[in-house]
């Protein structure tokens, strides 16, 4: 689900081009196995469907204007996620407001499109991030690459903030999060253990100490969410108290579920060395029981 302007651009679109949105400057794909949508500021994709689907990803119809942070598609959060711990620096990072370039544009392997990205300035002293997007007719994947580039070991914490596309919230099942242990944000971190499929009934902002793939089914289809890389598994909602860039009306449009390094699972690099963070996304086929 994403703004009219970005489907007209779309429906306007044979094969690639480059367009202009909200003063964004994006990559526009429209091709036999499907259609993408990426924005240069933020490295952020913002729509992706296979052919005959309307797409995966929700975007606000609402956002708010460049140079700030978009909702929706998939923010890239580092290299913090949440609050920065030293409280010196944006919200979820610098890479979300980041300008990125395009660095090649390739045939996939299984068909559909390789995209790879990487920062147009240094964002960091000492991790350098990259981008690899792999799309066509069957799945989604991402790959956030971090390079440690300095002299001593460093903590990194990120997400894949994916804004999942359904048509009612409160009609999701998350499966796969039984028996896992989870703080909850709007509990002041409390412990929990989550206890079966998990619905959204309200607010919810929970971590999930998970590394297992999960599925999404929103009561029409099935999406399959694995991921590398990642122990903690982000869900979140605002429920009603919507932040300004959402509208009311498309408030139960959407859910987030974020393969993520948190204060669970941070991770420590070594000089030289480099860590991925990657989703992979695609149609799980058995029926609701």
């Known amino acids: ?12 679109t044979q094969g690639q081009r480059d367009a202009t949105w909200q003063g964004r400057s994006l990559l526009v794909i429209n091709d036999d196995w499907g259609q993408l949508v990426l924005s240069r500021h933020g490295g952020h994709l913002l729509h992706y469907a296979p052919v005959g689907d309307r797409g995966w990803l929700w975007t606000t119809s609402t956002p708010k204007a460049s140079p700030e942070a978009l909702r929706g598609g998939v923010p890239l959060c580092w290299p913090w996620f949440g609050e920065p711990e030293d409280g010196n620096g944006p919200m979820h990072g610098l890479a979300r407001t980041a300008n990125w370039r395009i660095d090649a544009v390739d045939e996939g392997v299984e068909g559909g499109v390789e995209i790879h990205l990487s920062p147009e300035e240094q964002l960091h002293d000492t991790l350098a991030p990259r981008l690899i ?34 048509p009612d919230t409160h009609q999701c099942r998350i499966e796969g999060l039984g028996g896992a242990r989870y703080l909850d944000k709007l509990a002041d971190y409390a412990e929990a253990e989550q206890t079966g499929v998990l619905g959204i009934r309200g607010a919810l902002d929970r971590i999930h100490h998970s590394s297992r793939p999960l599925v999404l089914d929103d009561g029409h289809r099935r999406l399959r969410i694995a991921k ?15 932040p300004t860039d959402i509208p009311d009306r498309e408030r139960l449009n959407f859910i987030c579920i974020e393969p993520a390094c948190t204060r669970l699972d941070p991770v420590w690099l070594a000089p030289g060395a480099q860590h991925v963070l990657s989703m992979h996304i695609s ?7």
Do not use: C
């Open 1 to 12: 689900m994403i703004p009219d302007a970005l489907s007209e651009l779309l429906s306007s």
């Open 283 to 289: 149609p799980e086929t058995s029926a609701r029981e």
């Open 228 to 242: 590398q890389g990642s122990d903690s598994t982000v869900v979140w909602h605002p429920g009603d108290k919507l």
């Open 133 to 166: 997007i792999h799309a066509n007719a069957q799945r989604l994947a991402m790959e956030l690459v971090t390079e440690h580039i300095g002299e001593t070991p460093i903590r990194l914490t990120q997400a894949l903030h994916a804004y999942f596309a359904v």
